[in-house]
């Protein structure tokens, strides 16, 4: 079956330590996107990956890196410089990155992330 | 001004009613707009494209007012199973704008 996979479905954070989230897609996608979602609030977007071996920050970049060694595979490290965490984040891929129907969005389960 | 705005409800509606709700945005130049759906601790699933003229999808109908900067999702014949959180999504150029989400409550 064709979709977003990502894990692990839980994780937790301890102080001062870096945590990689995974997020792998078979849909040959071009593009991919790492969300954080807090309660009552909108999607906001982290970084993105507009092709392989690029990427681009978002609106909420600082704390986090990434990296597009492949064009199925997208990780999020979440580095112990992001203060607040706590969160579920939510992966993305589209066709290509842009303003119409191919940048429609799929999502991975999500992971949450919690803090010790 | 947030980018997306909506009303986060909740609508708590019976079965078999009609339940109808907006989502403003922010920027004139917006090119394409969609609803999509989260159920509770789930993520986000494309419910439908919101198209110039208007569309529906079995039950479901979308408008969009690009005058007043607005699109719409009716839902008729409510069922249980349409409980939900209803996102507006926005995208300009490659980037998409999410709004909060509407919460929608259909009860027996």
């Known amino acids: 079956d064709g979709g977003i996979t990502q894990s692990p479905k839980y994780l937790f954070r301890k102080e001062g330590q870096n945590v990689t989230l995974s997020c792998e897609q078979n849909?040959?996608?071009?593009?991919m996107y790492w969300y954080r979602q807090d309660p009552g609030q909108g999607l906001r977007l982290i970084y993105y990956?507009?092709?392989?071996?690029?990427?681009q920050k978002g609106d909420i970049a600082e704390g986090y890196s990434v990296s597009r060694e492949k064009k199925e595979s997208f990780p999020l490290t979440v580095t112990s410089a992001q203060k607040n965490p706590t969160a579920f984040y939510l992966c993305?891929?589209?066709?290509?990155?842009?303003?119409?129907?191919?940048?429609?969005?799929?999502f991975g389960a999500g992971t949450r992330l919690s803090v010790l | 001004r947030k980018e997306v705005e909506q009303d986060p409800g909740p609508f708590n509606v019976p079965e078999g009613a009609t339940v109808a709700f907006n989502c403003t945005y922010s920027n004139s130049a917006s090119q394409s707009f969609f609803w999509y759906r989260q159920d509770c601790r789930k993520e986000p699933k494309l419910l439908m494209s919101?198209?110039?003229s208007g569309n529906e999808d079995g039950r479901f109908t979308a408008q969009l007012n690009r005058a007043s900067q607005y699109i719409s999702l009716l839902i008729r014949d409510s069922k249980l199973s349409d409980s939900a959180t209803y996102l507006c999504v926005v995208i300009n150029d490659y980037k998409l704008s999410f709004g909060a989400g509407t919460t929608v409550t259909v009860r027996a």
């Open positions: 849909l040959n996608h071009d593009a």
């Open positions: 919101v198209y110039s």
């Open positions: 993305a891929s589209s066709i290509e990155a842009t303003s119409g129907r191919k940048n429609i969005q799929y």
């Open positions: 990956s507009q092709i392989v071996n690029d990427f």
